[in-house]
Nanobody
Framework: QVQLLEPGGGSVQSGGPMRPSCAPS????????MAWSPQAPGKEREGAAF???????TYANSVKGRFTISRDNAKNQLYLQMNSLKPEDTAVYYC???????????????WGQGTQVTVSS
């Protein structure tokens, strides 16, 4: 079992930055593939950023060049640095992990509780 804890959340004005974090615990070696998946109001959950083995990363076109996913193994944290935020980025951002490589597909086994990100214009 893997637990994913996402503290905080918050609001920011359009163009500003935010950096949600996720702390995995439990049998994390069994779930090396991780991702961030936002779910906007009234929409299905989708993939935004993926972190795989050997620090491979990939991004949805909508966030490419603005978002950066990273993992700090010493601190046991997964981050999503979000820059140049837009109102349409407003969503609950879920951290996810799995033993399988789902990439940007939101089919992960383990999910955090989600963190609200609100971008005002």
């Amino acid at each position: 079992q893997v637990q994913l804890l996402e503290p905080g959340g918050g609001s920011v004005q359009s163009g500003g930055p935010m950096r949600p974090s996720c702390a995995p615990s439990g049998n994390t070696y069994s779930a090396p593939y991780m991702a961030w998946s936002p779910q906007a109001p009234g929409k299905e959950r989708e993939g935004a950023a993926f972190f795989g083995t050997f620090e491979y990363t990939t991004y949805a076109n909508s966030v490419k060049g603005r978002f950066t996913i990273s993992r700090d193994n010493a601190k046991n944290q997964l981050y999503l640095q979000m820059n140049s935020l837009k109102p349409e980025d407003t969503a609950v951002y879920y951290c996810a992990a799995d033993r399988l490589n789902w990439g940007l597909l939101p089919r992960y086994t383990y999910w955090g509780q989600g963190t609200q990100v609100t971008v005002s214009s």
